[in-house]
């Protein structure tokens, strides 16, 4: 049994239904069976409020989460940059922990620190700015008090800008920075970091320390293109290992 099970990345809609469904497959044949589960952010393409959970597709994947918790399985939510506004009746529902960043967590005597991961792109000014301005609890809560229906259509807007200036931006600016990154090791005290954001999972070893960059995941692809998605283990002993969708797995140290 796995000690923890890591993803993030998987910006589930209801107009990706592959990727819906290897989601669902996921909770089913490898979460449920992990003593914990942490989401690391972008779970949903995006989240217009906990009043958006009667929306049948909102539901159904929420239902399946619950599933997993009801299994036994600890579930932990970290917030991502389209997620972030997911609160406590989501939480209740899905039967999840909600938890701040950079989270710590002792996992089979590992020192793990967790986050989501854009907050360290601080390169990205003009998105570090955004963010500073919709983490605020006074703009979220008037946000929050808008219509759900135009709080849809002002995301829609957000989210077509977002798409035209990020292809004006170099992949340096939208990764995360080595200064950022060693100032979360350094002020955790960890050795160990596992985030998503940016779309390009890998294994980074910098001096003593180990940052685990998750894939984000997208099956509804057309060849030649491949499907892409994984996630990160824990086993008992604290060795961490990346995986593949079929759950091969990819490297361990």
Known sequence: MPAALFISDLHLQS?????????????????????????LGDLFEY????DDLEDPFNARMTAAIRAVSDAGVHVYWIAGNRDFLVGSGFAAAAGATLLSEPHVATIAGQRIVLLHGDAECTKDVQYMEFRAMVRQPAWQKQFLSMPLAQRKAIIDGLRKSSREHNGEKSMDIMDVTPDAVAQVFAEHAST???????HRPALHKVDDTLRYVLPDWECDVTPPQQPRGGWIAIDARGNITRHDLSGDIIDQV
């Open 192 to 198: 160990v970091m596992i985030h998503g954001h940016t």
């Open 47 to 50: 989240w217009a409020g906990d």
């Open 15 to 39: 107009s990706h239904p592959r990727t819906s469904a290897a989601f669902l497959s996921f909770l089913e044949h490898h979460a449920q069976y992990a003593q914990a589960l942490y989401l």
